[in-house]
């Protein structure tokens, strides 16, 4: 049995232990929540961020869960209106996941939140999920603990077998559920069903009212994958640039950039780079400049999410400026 693997420790008090201080100085821990396994790191540490979506071999930067012990230390990372809190109060801990506005003073990692303005959050309804974040003593950012494009684990062997560089998994046994949490995005007027799982419709609209498909709310350019309502610069940004023209900034990559450019990563590091592209995009994002111009990022590993992600700001911008 794939028990005795050194990576699958049982989720004892003593190894969540090990297992939060892990996730404190930066590691990823595959744990397990009641909807699925989580592949978890510090929400809030930007480099441990990047190394899920490393991890898990994403082609692109989706947004991520991040999870909470309770509904109010959810609160300081993102603002809660009155349905929001009806939603919490009734379902938390829970497999409902409430997609809110990010509070200006958020410490939730900008690549945990794919440069979004939002921001999914729960409280997982799990003895050893909720002993896990208690020990970090952080939020969790989490995504299912698979690789991408493969189904999502309920048990920690799933886990071992599917994520083989993953160090640490906490087995806690077969997820009760066995199927993600419900995505409710509560950042329109009307709440917006983006992903169907673990409670049912027909119990969240007990609560707040029809709720509208993706594909029928106004907006159709918010639901997960491909229409993710992505964070838009006010800047156009010119890609594979050499040096910064007159009025640009330059967002610069590896040790060729100039000294005083904004840099990705100075050594090259590409994960690193992924670490700093949305904070770095954000602070180039000013009025005194006419445009961010982005030196080349190599297409390796963590390369291709980088360059998916420049591209489509860089098209969003031309999509916007068509009559
Ligand atoms: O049950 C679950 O939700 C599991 C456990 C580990 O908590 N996690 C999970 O995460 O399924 P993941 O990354 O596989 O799926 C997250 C979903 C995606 O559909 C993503 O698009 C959506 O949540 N999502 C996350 N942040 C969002 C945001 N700011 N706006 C819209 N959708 C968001
Ligand atoms: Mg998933």
Not at 259 to 276: C, F, H, Q, R
């Amino acid at each position: 049995m794939i028990r005795s693997d050194p990576k699958i420790l049982p989720a004892s008090a003593e190894n969540i232990a090990l297992a939060g201080q892990s996730i404190r100085q930066g590691g990823l821990v595959a744990f397990p929540t009641e909807t699925v396994y989580g592949l978890g790191a510090d929400a809030t540490n930007e480099q441990s961020v990047a190394q899920i979506f490393a991890a898990k071999e994403r082609p692109r930067f989706t947004p991520l869960i991040i999870h909470f012990a309770a509904t109010a230390a959810a609160a300081q990372a993102v603002d809660f209106n009155a349905l929001a809190d009806e939603l919490a109060e009734t379902f938390w801990p829970g497999a409902l996941t409430l997609v809110l506005p990010r509070r200006r003073d958020c410490a939730v990692s900008f690549l945990a939140g794919a440069g979004l303005d939002t921001l999914a959050v729960r409280v997982p309804n799990h003895p050893v999920a909720q002993a896990l974040i208690n020990e970090a003593a952080c939020p969790i950012a989490a995504p299912s603990a698979n690789r991408s494009g493969t189904v999502s684990p309920t048990t920690a062997a799933h886990v071992a077998e599917n994520l083989p560089a993953v160090t640490v998994v906490l087995d806690g046994g077969a997820c009760p559920l066995g199927i993600e949490s419900t995505v409710i995005d509560l950042t329109d007027e009307s709440p917006v069903l983006l992903r169907p799982g673990g409670v049912t419709r027909e119990e969240i609209e007990a609560v707040t009212g029809p709720l509208a498909n993706p594909e029928f709310a106004g907006q159709a350019s918010k639901s997960p994958g491909t229409r993710d309502r992505h964070y838009a610069p006010g800047l156009p940004l010119r890609l594979n640039a050499e040096s910064a023209r007159s009025g640009e900034a330059l967002l610069g990559f590896g040790p060729g950039a100039p000294k005083d450019a904004a840099n990705l990563s100075p050594t090259g590091d590409i994960v690193e780079a992924a670490a700093n592209l949305f904070a770095l995009i954000r602070a180039l994002d000013r009025p005194e400049f006419r445009a961010i111009a982005v030196m080349p990022v190599p297409e390796t590993g963590l390369g291709a999410a980088i360059n998916d992600r420049l591209r489509r700001a860089a098209a969003q911008y031309g999509d916007r400026r068509e009559p």
